[in-house]
């Protein structure tokens, strides 16, 4: 796969380097780790990363760096659908654990891994800030909150129906 | 607010550390006034670095207690602080030594930095030069409480100068600094994050810049060492001599380090705070080519032996004012020789072996007597 | 019904956009601002009104502004952290979901007072969709006058970009930040330099909550006398509670700071009591690095009076029988949830939030998740209950930020409060895989000490 930047993507690029002042690029790093790994496949190859060195005319090391800091890039191929299930305190008091079991249940695939189809990987992930709607999980742009064994039955379905997952509010 | 004071102050600011008092130049750190003062009153400091912009703040070995803070102002601060980051003001009042919570503290940091640290001095070539074995030395406990299973990390190769061991690294960030400010071009940084931060170039790239061996010399553990001694022997058994050639790149003041007539290292040269010496002000770095490639002692204008602090171990293998003591076998077996069972020249070339000119590390091949050699 | 400022209108249909905002009386703090009032002024004002930092640290808030270093010709620049990452606090994402025009317009007011002509918002990343409604709000402002150049005719001008995170809680920590913000890794800034001096890209920078910066327009509204009128002593004007856990009705409730935390908990307005006509065991106030309480002290000082939802009044008897505000995050325990495990998760959180930049942080965080892992599996022995108290006190106020204490905060809590369950755990290794301590004596009424 030859990694460049959709007309569009580059488009939303120059954009988003334009809400710095001159000279202050690097702020543009975060969002366009972002922007690269929606673009190509859900996940940051080494390949992409040295594309947005060079989009942003930074050395490789640098977005290196932050990529591995922050926890939403994903550094290896993961599944179409990624169900990031928080777990912490909250969560947790409110039956996080038995929505991981669940899923375990159902998709046979434990925390960090992904179904044979490829379809979803699952990873348990630390506070989201949907304490009040615990247990919860997010998938792609939106959470998935009040979970139930139904409401899992019904995301899973959701995503083998539909090819791309829900995006709006 | 800080520099207005400075406008106002007196040409220098009186600070006490220890009950000993001092007079140093506004924007002197706690750090560097303890330093004047030398001894004991010094902080250890593991991150901290005069010559690397940016550098410290973050090993936390160097807190001390501020219990006043100027004459301005003499409330203590209510925190430890660290040392290496904090300016002095006038009429300061700081405790180090002296203070229970600033020893407490630092016992704490200390066994942090050696919970996860292999412990694997007896293999590391940094033994003998190790910050951290000094700091253990002076502050650490003898046991561990920690029950766990060791933090390691996947081995990468960063090239045929520099041998990075992931785990004994504490994280201090000098050598990111050294690449940053000595280098135009960085290569590795720190990933990752929380405990599983690591220095590494992501994709296993050969660190490869004229300067970059400055790292080593940096690291205050045996995470960056050089290849090219790797396990060649023990500081300690080396004889440290300062030399000096003529070099387009750097200062080419170094100090070798040799074993008979051969070099088997070559550094900078280090000061009394264990960082590279400055000369007129510019820190002494020096260039890959004299560290690693002249390695013969005829490339070397050689000064003398470098002075060794004589608490280090390294000292030991100095000879100066050595007394020899008195032969006593042949006084007590009555004028006879003691009868050999076994000449270790016929065993071992132990002594013969220019180590300096092997291709790898010595192993006990190496020192098989040609004799014996089939 | 105690007042509320911030999210009266929330539930109006339509209030996320600029329409109904504005029909509602949206954006008249920018017009009494920007047409009658000296960007001092307005300082001037956020100080009589005696709002604290929403975030957590509540600090005073107009101090903050004055300490704002004004130097010719640097720009300043206002940051408002919605990186709302502490467990148990979710009431920006509520704030910004449901009513974002009312931070866009205390963020153009709050920017005219400090001078900031470009102001950002750091949201955290996995709130991707606020992001969405939150430039939308920017457009709509935009599109009305409220932001560009020379606004309202007052020669002010400003824009608001969002800036949206990866994934880090410790940037929530207002230095790493800014260095985040920078397009770096989020680790602390060794202080001082502080923000107000040398911020995003070395320039003064004053960094606010979300709902510091929505607080600001009730107060330029109405003043900042009328505004410190509700609430108590030093804990004035409203707060958002985020309320979750155990309870009837989780959810974003807007207290005056003048209920108590009994009423709270209990009365139908807020939580509803504790659900399934369970009892309450346990409480953490003010988001997860504030310590946890057990019921009795929750609900009453040592001095056996009522604690109030106030910052002194659940900081009442320090932390010894106190808590804190913290960021308003309420997690409530019934009796049949696990100290030991609920602390457990805890540690957790925070050894995968540490940046790892200094020592006690990076590894003390590792040490206290894998001992607690042990003692509630069963494994654990007595003295990891006194080793973990030794590794809480060293690694607190030694490290560079305050994610350390946070982390240190509640283990020593934990372990304060509730040691005898601690205890149970490694006295009965294989009836704690099956079953919880239990209620015990938590909520037992507490024998007030009078003075002789």
């Keep these: 796969m030859s990694v460049q930047f959709s007309e569009k993507a580059m488009q939303e690029v120059q954009r988003l380097v334009g809400r710095y002042p001159e000279g202050k690029h690097k702020s543009a790093l975060i969002p366009v780790l972002h922007l690269a790994q929606q673009e190509f496949g859900g996940w940051l190859s080494t390949e992409t990363m040295d594309y947005v060195a060079t989009v942003l005319n930074l050395k490789p090391i640098e977005v290196y760096e932050v990529a591995t800091f922050y926890s939403m890039y994903n550094l290896k191929p993961v599944g179409k659908y990624l169900f990031e299930v928080c777990q912490t305190g909250p969560c947790m008091l409110n039956g996080s654990d038995d929505i991981v079991a669940y899923i375990y249940e159902k998709l046979g695939i434990k925390p960090g891994e992904t179904t044979a189809d490829g379809l979803f990987t699952l990873k348990t992930v630390e506070c989201l800030g949907a304490c009040g709607y615990a247990p919860m999980m997010q998938l792609g742009k939106n959470y998935r909150e009040h979970l139930t064994k139904e409401k899992v039955d019904a995301v899973v379905a959701e995503c083998r129906n539909t090819a791309p997952p829900k995006t709006d509010q | 607010m800080a520099e207005e004071i400075k406008k106002e102050a007196p040409a220098n600011f009186k600070v006490t550390i220890d009950n000993i008092t001092i007079e140093v130049a506004p924007g002197t750190t706690i750090l560097n006034a303890a330093r004047q003062i030398g001894g004991d009153v010094t902080p250890p400091a593991m991150c901290y670095y005069s010559k690397l912009q940016g550098s410290g703040g973050k090993c936390r070995t160097c807190l001390v207690e501020v219990a006043a803070g100027s004459t301005a102002d003499p409330r203590p601060m209510p925190k430890l602080v660290a040392s290496c980051r904090t300016n002095v003001m006038d009429g300061m009042i700081v405790k180090n030594i002296t203070s229970d919570r600033v020893q407490d503290a630092r016992a704490g940091v200390v066994e942090f930095l050696l919970l996860n640290h292999p412990l694997d001095c007896p293999i590391c070539d940094q033994a003998g030069e190790c910050h951290l074995q000094d700091l253990g030395y002076e502050h650490g406990k003898e046991g561990t409480r920690y029950e766990f299973k060791r933090r390691t990390f996947e081995k990468e190769d960063i090239g045929p100068y520099i041998q990075l061991h992931m785990t004994r690294c504490i994280l201090c960030y000098r050598c990111t600094y050294v690449a940053d400010q000595l280098t135009n071009n960085r290569v590795h940084g720190i990933l990752d994050r929380g405990d599983h931060a690591e220095i590494s170039t992501y994709i296993s790239k050969a660190i490869d810049n004229d300067f970059s061996g400055n790292m080593i010399d940096v690291c205050p553990v045996g995470a960056l060492t050089d290849k090219t001694f790797r396990f060649k022997n023990r500081v300690w058994f080396t004889k440290p001599m300062d030399a000096h050639r003529d070099c387009d790149k750097c200062c080419g003041k170094v100090t070798l380090w040799q074993r008979g007539d051969d070099v088997l290292r070559v550094t900078a040269r280090k000061d009394e705070g264990g960082e590279v010496q400055s000369y007129e002000g510019k820190p002494g770095w020096i260039c890959n080519t004299c560290r690693f490639d002249t390695k013969n002692t005829s490339d070397w204008v050689i000064e003398g032996p470098t002075k060794i602090n004589r608490h280090s171990v390294i000292s030991q293998g100095h000879y100066v004012g050595l007394v020899k003591p008195k032969e006593t076998i042949a006084e007590v077996m009555g004028g006879r020789d003691p009868k050999l069972l076994m000449d270790i020249h016929s065993v071992s070339g132990v002594n013969s072996v220019e180590i300096a000119a092997l291709p790898g590390p010595a192993t006990s091949k190496n020192f098989i007597p040609e004799s014996k050699q089939e | ?452």
């Design chain 3, 1 to 452: 019904m105690g007042r509320k400022l911030l999210l009266d209108k929330a539930h109006v249909d339509g209030i996320r956009y600029y329409d109904v905002y504005r029909r509602e009386g949206g954006y008249r703090s920018v017009e009494k601002a920007l047409k009658t009032m000296s960007p001092d002024a307005v300082t001037e004002e956020v100080k009589k009104s005696g709002l604290r930092g929403r975030g957590g640290a509540g600090f005073p808030t107009g101090m903050k502004w004055s300490f704002l270093a004004k130097p010719e010709g640097v720009s300043r620049y206002l940051v408002v952290n919605a990186d709302e990452s502490e467990p148990g606090t979710f009431k920006d994402r509520y704030l910004m979901e449901f009513i974002p025009h009312l931070l866009i317009e205390g963020m153009i007011t709050s920017s005219f007072a400090l001078g900031s002509n470009r102001s950002y918002i750091y949201i955290r990343g996995e709130y991707a969709w606020i992001v969405d409604i939150l430039e939308q709000a920017i457009t709509e402002a935009k599109n009305n006058g409220w932001l560009g150049k020379n606004i309202l005719g007052s020669g002010f001008d400003c824009e608001i970009y969002v800036q949206r995170g990866a994934g880090a809680y410790i940037c929530g920590e207002e230095t790493a930040l800014l260095e985040s913000l920078e397009g770096k890794r989020g680790n602390p800034r060794i202080k001082p330099p502080f923000p107000a001096v040398k911020g995003l890209w070395d320039c003064p920078t004053v960094v606010n909550n979300v709902e510091t910066i929505a607080a600001v327009v009730p107060i330029v509204n109405e003043g900042g006398e009328e505004y410190a009128k509700i609430g108590i002593g030093k804990s004035t004007g409203t707060k958002l509670i985020s309320a979750c856990g155990n309870i009837k009705k989780q959810g974003v409730y807007e207290i005056d700071m003048t209920i108590s935390v009994e009423e709270f908990i209990y009365s139908d307005e807020y939580c509803g009591g504790i659900a399934n006509g369970k009892r309450l065991k346990a409480c953490i106030p003010g988001g997860s690095s504030v310590p946890i309480l057990p019921a009795n002290l929750l609900l009453k000082t040592a001095k056996g009076e009522a604690r109030m939802m106030t910052y002194e009044s659940l900081a009442d008897g320090g932390f010894a029988t106190g808590s804190m505000m913290g960021s308003g995050g309420f997690i409530v325990l019934d009796e049949t949830q696990c100290v030991v495990k609920h602390t457990y998760t805890l540690a957790r959180f925070y050894r995968h939030e540490s940046c790892g930049q200094c020592s006690p942080c990076r590894e003390g965080t590792g040490w206290m998740e894998k001992i607690l892992l042990n003692i509630e599996k069963g494994k654990g022995k007595m003295s990891d209950i006194d080793l973990l108290w030794d590794i809480q006190r060293k690694i607190e106020g030694n490290t560079i930020c305050p994610l350390g204490d946070a982390a240190a905060w509640p283990v020593a809590a934990a372990i304060r409060h509730f040691r005898d369950e601690f205890e149970w755990h490694v006295q009965n290794p294989e009836d704690c895989l099956k079953r919880n301590y239990g209620l015990a004596g938590y909520a037992d009424p507490l024998k007030v000490v009078t003075p002789a």
